[in-house]
């Protein structure tokens, strides 16, 4: 496994936003989101404070996702998304969704 890629670690007084990506041993892409604080709450009310997730697509649809994002073949997929994304951590997973492709996912919030 590669080290992850760090596309948004924003902290405030009241929140906290990270966002990575690494590939996995079988050559996913695995997104991991973990956001705290008020802007949470906003967002999903009630209460709830904390919001994770984990969006993994499988390794034979990665090729597709970084052709989508411009990349090169043979290319570090790594490389590719730091490239196209680092200003925008949202393409990324906008462009999975664009392509229709239908990634493992799961959630918790608190």
């Known amino acids: 496994m590669h080290e992850p890629l760090v596309l ?25 989101g973990h956001d705290l604080g ?6 999903l009310g009630n209460g709830m404070r904390e919001y994770e997730w984990i969006t993994e697509v499988a390794a034979a649809d990665v090729q597709s996702v970084l052709d989508a994002l411009g990349g090169e073949r043979g290319a570090n997929p790594l490389d590719v998304i730091a490239t196209s994304c680092m200003h925008n951590p949202s393409r990324l997973e906008n462009t999975i969704r664009a ?12």
């Not at 007084?13 to 079988?26: A, E, F, K, W, Y």
């Not at 008020?38 to 967002?43: K, N, S, T, W």
């Open 99 to 110: 392509l229709g492709i239908k990634p493992k996912f799961w959630s918790r919030m608190a």
């Open 38 to 43: 008020d802007g949470v709450e906003r967002a």
């Open 8 to 32: 948004r670690d924003q902290k405030s007084p009241t929140d906290h936003r990270h966002l990575s990506v690494t590939i996995q041993p079988d050559g996913a892409l695995r997104i991991v």
